[in-house]
């Protein structure tokens, strides 16, 4: 058999064992930075795969990379397996949660960290039936959606040795993900006031919450002065106690986003300067707590121009008429407006008709322009700007819903996410293999990063001494 039958044979010939390992981590639904289960269980299943792992890297317990075989070239699959909360769901096209308020994969986690884990065995079988020289190696990246993981990985130099990386997304649609990323900071302000009786002394108080809100103020008019693409969010964490004392201690946490990392940098410094401006206008102490950060992503064109012709080859996902009776009930039930609202941004960007379907059974090709968004982020980008690196999406998820909803979480638990999943472990295998065995590939891919990164260097946004945010999010 060639490589690439080796690599799907494998898949099939073990597609349950990967459904089975992508519920279990759907069922341990754990948050970023928590997935201990979830890190475990892929680990298990890699070491009985033969693949030699190192646990709790970069300073995460649920961080770890699995090897196989030796020397070069190195070819990463980079993987997830983070949680949202309160997304539960069960898997049913109407909203029932497994357990009320609990994470859920509303995401699809579950299947990304198996597909590019099921990818990496593929490979690493191929490797050993042909007996060839190389190296895959399975990154299990922890805390993707606070942007913490690969940040860190990235940081502590645990991919200055590899040659390519691959990873995916659920999705949708069927695609290659050409566009770029936002880069962002997270960061929470924390101010220290003093308290008083909020009725019988108010003068001797200093309210670190009036901190909170004047920074928040002062942002909010800070909008209308940075480029339209960027994006500011917060939540305040904490507020103070009960009303009748004046507040010694309230957080906020900020994300800060921008198409590009310099603009990000340009607006947080802006921000800095609000949050002192609040704390001298209150006579409070202001904090910060830098949490991550991370890069606009680089799309490598060889290694994506690969990926879409194995997506060819491979051919989308086709589902039952007991999914698509499935897709069409989860439809009835989504919010008025928004699966126009969200098909009409799909239709936009790539040129298509979807209207008159419920799942994507086709592929799309790749179109340009690449390069800004003004959208959300992903740790993938800080990997793509220290290796050649590329993306895929597959049909996951219904089209008209909304990322991050429970209508993902029910079909990331089921047939419609698993063939999706499966479909991805395929199209990553190939696209592995490829890189693997054929050095004018890798070379066009690392001609390409090298012209992409010359003039602006990668320089970790994470400041020296700041260590990952292992108390950021609770257990539920």
């Not at 098909?343 to 592929?363: A, G, S, T």
């Not at 992903?378 to 290796?387: E, L, M, N, P, Q």
């Not at 996951?396 to 638990?413: E, K, M, N, P, R």
């Amino acid at each position: 058999m060639s490589g690439f039958d080796i690599i799907a044979e494998t898949i099939e010939s073990r597609r349950d064992e990967f459904v089975d390992l992508s519920d279990t981590i759907w069922e341990y639904a754990e948050v970023g930075l928590q997935e201990h289960k979830s890190a475990e269980a892929q680990a298990d299943y890699l070491r009985r795969a033969g693949f030699e792992v190192e646990m709790g890297v970069a300073r995460m317990p649920s961080a770890f990379v699995a090897s196989y075989g030796s020397g070069e070239p190195v070819i990463a699959f980079l993987g997830e397996y983070d949680a949202l909360p309160h997304t539960s769901q069960k898997p049913v096209p109407w909203q029932e949660p497994l357990e009320e308020d609990a994470p859920g994969h509303s995401c699809g986690h579950n299947l990304l960290g198996t597909a590019s884990l099921a990818g990496a065995v593929a490979v690493a079988r191929a490797v050993e039936e042909k007996e060839l020289d190389g190296t895959v190696r399975y990154y299990g990246c922890p805390a993707e959606e606070t942007l913490v993981g690969k940040v860190y990985m990235v940081k502590d130099g645990l991919l200055d040795d590899v040659d390519a990386a691959l990873c995916w997304h659920p999705a949708p649609i069927n695609s290659v993900r050409l566009a770029s990323s936002s880069a962002m900071n997270s960061v929470k302000f924390r101010f220290l006031g003093r308290s008083s009786h909020a009725a019988g002394a108010p003068e001797l108080g200093r309210s670190a919450l009036d901190a909170v809100e004047l920074m928040n103020v002062g942002v909010n008019y800070l909008r209308e002065h940075v480029i339209e693409e960027a994006r500011l969010h917060y939540v305040i964490t904490h507020g103070g106690g009960e009303p009748n004392v004046v507040p010694p201690e309230a957080e906020v946490w900020y994300y800060v986003r921008a198409p590009e990392r310099a603009e990000v940098e340009e607006i947080y410094e802006r921000v800095l300067r609000i949050a002192e401006g609040a704390a001298h206008m209150t006579e409070t102490e202001m904090e910060t707590e830098f949490l991550s950060g991370c890069y606009h992503k680089l799309t490598n064109r060889p290694i994506a121009d690969s990926i879409w012709k194995h997506m060819q080859e491979v051919g989308p996902p086709q589902f039952t008429e007991e999914e698509r009776e499935f897709a069409r009930q989860l439809t009835e039930n989504l919010p008025e407006g928004q699966r126009e609202r969200s098909l009409k941004n799909i239709e936009r960007e790539h040129n298509v008709d979807l209207r008159q379907h419920y799942l994507h059974e086709d592929l799309i090709p790749p179109r340009e322009p690449e390069g800004r968004s003004g959208g959300g982020s992903t740790d993938v980008a800080d990997v793509s700007w220290v290796t050649p690196t590329a993306e895929c999406s597959t049909a996951c998820a219904v089209l008209g819903a909304a990322g991050h909803s429970w209508q993902l979480t029910a079909t990331t638990g089921m047939g419609i996410g698993h063939k999706g999943m499966l479909t991805a472990a395929e199209v990553l295998g190939r696209t592995g293999w490829e890189l693997l065995t054929d050095e004018k590939l890798l070379r066009r891919a690392k001609e390409a990063f090298e012209e992409a990164t010359r003039e602006e260097p990668y320089q970790s946004p994470i400041p020296d001494g700041v260590d990952p945010p292992l108390d950021q999010l609770p257990t539920s």
